[in-house]
């Protein structure tokens, strides 16, 4: 049987460290949250590996480690941040972003997904599961200091910017295919500044899909 923790730590120096992930807090989050709890059922022994999961329904996927790790770090947590994990699926982000010190509003449209986040996720203070349109964001619970968009989106996410705080922060992997990158937003009153970090590649979400072009 694979030794997960031993596996954690492997993901930790040989992947995040060697990838520009240098943020202590979030290397911990990595190192302690065991991420074959999050992955779907019969895949555990993948769970350390460097690749993307996949959930299996409406594009939901866990990232790769290190692309996460890299997303998360761009956000740069501070304790007591209000945070929005979008499309969480079995709630792995939502995990690692309690874990380095917000309080996580976990965003899944699949009720079968969320019911899943909801049993992982159980236990740990700080976290509540919302059903919604992923496209909508929660209001409720809004504004946000950062927001983590767990899959690719092709167009701007403006109801998701617009709930976040003055100086808050959003990243999320935007464009389409190969021409996707890594974007991080930064809310200055009215205005969202938007600095590409590096290219990525995720799953799309249908929810912020754009309009198919005219054929000629």
């Known amino acids: 049987m694979l030794d997960y923790a031993q596996a954690r730590r492997l993901m930790v120096d040989c992947q995040l460290r060697t990838f520009d992930v240098n943020d202590v807090p979030v290397l911990d989050a990595f190192e302690a949250i065991p991420r074959e709890r999050f992955v779907p059922p019969g895949r555990e022994d993948f769970a350390y590996i460097d ?3 996949r959930l299996g329904t409406e594009g939901r996927a866990v990232p790769a480690p290190m692309l996460l790790a890299r997303m998360v770090q761009a956000l740069a947590i501070q304790p007591g941040d209000k945070a929005l994990d979008v499309g969480t699926g079995y709630g792995y982000g939502a995990a690692i ?10 965003l899944e449209s699949s009720a079968d997904l969320a019911a899943g986040a909801r049993e992982r996720l159980s236990g740990l203070d700080g976290i509540t599961v919302v059903e919604g349109p992923l496209e909508s964001g929660a209001p409720a619970s809004a504004p946000y200091d950062a927001i983590l968009v767990n899959g690719r989106v092709e167009t701007r996410p403006q109801a998701l910017l617009d709930q976040l705080k003055d100086g808050g922060r959003l990243v999320c992997v935007m464009g389409r295919d190969r021409a996707a990158k890594t974007t991080l937003f930064v809310r200055a009153g009215d205005a969202f500044g938007a600095r590409p970090l590096f290219d990525a590649a995720l799953p799309a ?3 912020f899909a754009a309009e198919a072009g005219f054929a000629f």
């Open 51 to 53: 690749q993307t999961l």
């Open 97 to 106: 972003l309690n874990h380095v010190g917000a309080e996580v509003a976990a």
């Open 205 to 207: 979400l249908g929810a």
